[in-house]
């Protein structure tokens, strides 16, 4: 019984950070990504406004579907991929275990 | 010319800005607040009128748009003046230390100090990136938003994007354009249905070329732009003859032109001393989600504390000689100006 959870953040290919994630605060994946050192602007705070907290999942386990909110957002970005979500609508419970995902590029 | 005169002009009629209004009015000092949308309230009224809050201090639940309609009403009393629908441009500063600042629409407001108050910014157009891109804006071919479709009558468009504004206008300049061909990175559109459909009618009938699965990846021409590289996610990318590109990917909260003000910024926020919310120039200020410092938190609370101690350094920068006492609103009832 433990109450985190460890994500895996390629930071180049080949190169993947091991970030370790409580699952009892009810944190968002953008909020653990940025307290992690992560270069994410999350401009709106969290609410799927801004679209500047792109990931994109490359593998582990399956996320609950975006929501139409989120999918609206990814879809007006310049870049999305099959596995594209905007982290701060990524809630961190132990579901996420072993996940892997890299930052998307920032558009201007 | 729209001239207004007052002693702090607040930038920003979010919560923030608006109970600014307050202290100020606490030390007499008169409030114009100025927004870039039609209506107070910043976030809480655009974005998430009917969302509860829960950690404003003395209410276990409010709704974002209750905290708005409250604070307006405590703000009565010092009859504030407002400018809404107006984007401040650009700011210059008197020889006496106060300030002249112009609006989008030519509004000039006089001013004692400053206080931004701007939240996330104002929402500008989201850029791709694609080299060389900005070589091309101000007139030369790429332009981020449709102002006047006139511009584009008898030209040769490339639209790309997938959401109602790149449908919606590709169906609008189909019969202004000369030619009007839609680039979407996906083969589905999330936009209105019906519009969705209008496009492919379009396609179908040979008014616009619909080009799925591809993306705009490279911009040419020597001064103007005069040709797009349209790259399908598999195949063998096309150049294409064109007069303007309209990439139209949305928008995004940006500083905007305060950014371009010269105050010392960091991460597009603007930095501040916390004895009172000063900015590296004299005079004006900046206090909620827009400054930053160490240890900030971007919570409606902390603003509303930040809006106090900066009508401090406000009256100070105001009245050099006049000596301020703290006032207790318990003491002195009903606060008016």
């Known amino acids: 019984m433990t109450d985190e959870v460890r994500v895996y953040v390629e930071e180049a290919p080949g190169h993947r950070r091991e970030v370790i994630a409580p699952t009892d605060m009810g944190l968002s994946l953008m909020e653990v990504l940025k307290a992690s050192g992560y270069d994410i602007q999350a401009t709106c705070g969290g609410m799927a406004l801004c679209g500047t907290c792109h990931i994109e999942v490359l593998a582990g386990p399956a996320l609950d579907e975006p929501s139409d909110e989120e999918l609206y957002m990814l879809e007006s970005l310049p870049v999305m991929s099959q596995g594209s979500r905007l982290s701060c609508q990524v809630r961190v419970t132990s579901r996420l275990d072993g996940l892997v995902l890299r930052l998307m590029p920032q558009q201007a | ?337």
């Not at chain 2, 139209?248 to 004895?275: M, R, Y």
């Not at chain 2, 827009?290 to 009245?319: D, R, S, V, W």
């Open chain 2, 1 to 337: 010319m729209n001239s207004i005169s007052t002693d702090i002009c607040i930038i920003g009629a979010g919560p923030v800005g608006l109970f600014a209004v307050f202290e100020a009015g606490l030390l007499k000092l008169r409030c114009h607040v100025v927004d870039a949308l039609p209506q107070v309230g910043g976030q809480l009224s655009e974005i998430y009128p009917k969302k509860p809050i829960y950690d404003i201090p003395g209410f276990p639940e409010v709704l974002a748009g209750d905290l708005v309609s409250n604070l307006m009403r405590q703000i009565e009393p010092f009859h504030p003046t407002f400018t809404l629908g107006e984007r401040v441009e650009r700011f210059a500063k008197l020889e006496d230390g106060s300030f002249q600042l112009f609006t989008t629409d030519g509004t000039e407001i006089l001013c004692k100090a400053i206080a931004i108050a701007g939240g996330l910014g104002s929402f500008e157009p989201r850029k791709p990136a694609i080299e060389n891109l900005e070589n091309y804006e101000s007139g030369k071919g790429v332009y981020y938003m449709v102002r006047d479709p006139e511009t584009f009558r008898d030209k040769r468009l490339v639209i790309a994007g997938g959401g109602d504004s790149a449908l919606d206008w590709t169906i609008f300049l189909a019969d202004v354009a000369k030619e009007v061909t839609l680039v979407h990175r996906g083969t589905t559109f999330r936009g209105a249905a019906d519009s969705a459909e209008k496009v492919k009618n379009l396609h179908d009938a040979g008014k616009v070329r619909l080009v799925l699965s591809s993306n705009v990846t490279h911009v040419h021409g020597p001064e103007q732009l005069e040709a797009v590289t349209i790259t399908p996610n598999s195949g063998e990318p096309e150049t294409l003859h064109v007069d303007s590109f309209i990439p139209l990917f949305g928008l995004t909260p940006k500083l905007g032109p305060i950014g371009e003000w010269g105050l010392e910024l960091e991460d597009d926020a603007v930095k501040v001393n916390t004895v009172d919310y000063s900015t590296s120039e004299p005079g004006i200020y900046a206090i909620g989600d827009i400054n930053t410092y160490p240890g900030k938190l971007k919570l409606i609370l902390c603003g509303f504390h930040e809006a106090a101690l900066m009508c401090q350094g406000a009256f100070k920068y105001i009245n050099p000689d006049k000596k301020y006492v703290l006032k207790y609103t318990t003491v002195n009832g009903v606060p008016t100006l």
